[in-house]
């Protein structure tokens, strides 16, 4: 009986994963605050981060364990919000780690969520596992502490990978749904001077990749992202093709942080240049079925 778990897979991205991971386990357990319950076959069970309280033992004799726990940073930089970011994300890393010590027989490889935006702000060099520069904001700063808690504590028979996941694409999440809203009324020219770079990946790419690092045993580091980084500007420009609006007011730096701070976000989010490369990725032989934004956007408009 082959099992994964999922840990906060009720979500966007969990879903994207379930779906894709299907027909692959015979077992599919979701770690929620929700209520346990079976759905469609797939095992929801009740967890916290505080407490061992039962739900350590779905960890037994599991394939493959995906940790995508953390609050969203979609919010306003409040020091409440801080905290909770950072805190959702440790305490979740550090109660697994504890789970899976006590497993009589733990999970083979246990996947835990990251961030591209570990790396500094960058137009100016591609950031690959081995050569990127991690910088020194709240945004690092809160991967780094991720990531510390994450591997300090050995776990002699659990192969461990960090996933430094880029903006996933996809149809029912994410952000491609706003950005096409956002090109659609009008507003979907540049953002800031659009020379900041995305980093995105498709989301059945997304899925692909994490199957691959499975499948390959790829232990550390893995930036999870498409092979071509793009500037917003040739990003909105695409966009704004694929859906067939022929004009896109740009937004300055000044209207998107007071349009972020209306809506409850901040403009760090669209302004920072994350130009991160998938270098372990190509190196292990991976292929991309999306690896330009032309094939992602014409997949997810049809």
């Known amino acids: 009986m082959k099992k994964i778990v999922i840990v906060a897979g009720t979500g966007f991205l969990g879903q994207v994963l379930v ?3 299907n027909n692959s386990f015979d077992e599919i357990v979701i770690l929620t605050r929700g209520k346990s319950r079976m759905r469609n076959n797939i095992k929801y069970v009740n967890w916290n981060t ?23 940073v979609d919010c ?30 733990p999970p083979k490889h246990w996947l835990n969520s990251s961030t591209a935006t570990i790396y500094r ?25 991720w990531e510390k808690a994450f591997f300090e504590t050995e776990t002699p028979n ?20 706003p950005l096409k809203r956002l090109v659609q009324t009008g507003f979907g020219g540049k953002q800031g001077n659009g020379n900041q770079f995305i980093s995105w990946i498709h989301e059945y ?7 691959f690092v499975v499948q390959e045993k790829m232990i550390g580091i893995v930036n999870i992202v498409a092979p071509k980084p793009i500037k917003n500007k040739i990003f909105m420009s695409r966009l704004r093709k694929s ?18 701070k209306i809506i409850g976000t901040e403009s760090e989010l669209v302004l920072k240049s994350r130009n991160v490369v998938p270098e372990r990725l190509l190196q292990k032989g991976f292929q991309f079925q999306f690896d330009t934004i032309e094939k992602t956007f014409k997949n997810l408009v049809s």
């Not at 739900?55 to 364990?65: F, G, I, P, Q, S």
């Not at 960058?122 to 081995?130: A, G």
Request: with cysteine; glycine share 8%.
């Open 19 to 21: 779906n894709y991971f």
């Open 243 to 260: 859906v067939k609006v022929s004009i896109g007011l740009p937004m300055s730096i000044s209207l998107l942080k007071m349009g972020a």
């Open 158 to 177: 659990t192969l461990k990978t960090a996933l430094r996941t880029s903006i996933v694409l996809g149809k029912s999440g994410g952000a491609f749904a």
């Open 205 to 211: 790419d997304f899925a692909r990749a994490l199957d």
């Open 76 to 105: 306003r930089y409040t020091n409440k919000n801080k905290q909770e970011i950072l805190k959702s994300r440790i305490d979740s890393t550090k109660i697994l780690n504890e789970a899976v010590l006590k497993c009589k027989n």
């Open 121 to 145: 702000h960058s137009e100016d060099k591609q950031m690959t596992e081995n050569n990127g520069e991690i910088g020194n904001d709240f945004s690092m700063n809160v991967a780094k502490a």
């Open 50 to 72: 505080v407490s061992l309280t039962g739900w350590e033992n779905e960890l037994e004799n599991t394939e493959v364990l995906i940790n995508l726990a953390g609050k969203s």
